[in-house]
């Protein structure tokens, strides 16, 4: 069975850091898409960063480049997103997601990520 686990979330001031881990299960990462996508309180779900683990190439949301890098690592099933410079509108949980050539959607259950003062 597919699954993504997120980990790596916190609690942290204006301008820290953090790094979200998202590990795969029951797949390998080599040849899908990974995106991270947030969700603040009374607001929908957006996305923040993506990779193709084939070939690396990534895409962010314009409120998040430069400050925030995904990556992965296919050898230990993992996609990371190194977020720096963090600021208060970045809280809300964090969740990775993936799909499959047929449609079917894979979300992990979310890691809450909280900057604050």
Same mark, same amino acid.
């Given at each position: 069975?597919?699954?993504?686990? $997120?980990? =790596?979330?916190?609690?942290?001031? %204006?301008?820290?850091?953090?790094?979200?881990?998202?590990?795969?299960?029951?797949?390998?990462?080599? +040849?899908?898409?990974?995106?991270?996508?947030? !969700?603040? %309180?009374?607001? !929908?779900? !957006? =996305?923040? @960063?993506?990779? &193709?683990?084939? &070939?690396?190439?990534?895409?962010?949301? &314009? @409120?998040?480049?430069?400050?925030?890098?995904?990556?992965?690592?296919?050898? $230990?099933?993992?996609?990371?997103?190194?977020?720096?410079?963090?600021?208060? !509108?970045?809280?809300?949980? +964090?969740?990775?997601?993936?799909?499959? &050539?047929?449609?079917?959607? +894979?979300? =992990?259950?979310?890691?809450?990520?909280?900057?604050?003062?």
């Amino acid at each position: 069975q597919m699954r993504l686990v $997120e980990s =790596g979330g916190g609690s942290v001031q %204006p301008g820290g850091s953090l790094r979200l881990s998202c590990t795969a299960s029951g797949f390998t990462l080599d +040849y899908y898409v990974i995106g991270w996508f947030r !969700e603040a %309180p009374g607001k !929908e779900r !957006e =996305g923040v @960063a993506c990779i &193709d683990s084939a &070939d690396g190439i990534t895409d962010y949301r &314009d @409120a998040v480049k430069g400050r925030f890098t995904i990556s992965r690592d296919n050898s $230990e099933n993992t996609v990371y997103l190194q977020m720096n410079s963090l600021q208060t !509108e970045d809280t809300g949980v +964090y969740y990775c997601r993936t799909s499959t &050539d047929n449609g079917q959607v +894979y979300w =992990g259950q979310g890691t809450q990520v909280t900057v604050s003062s």
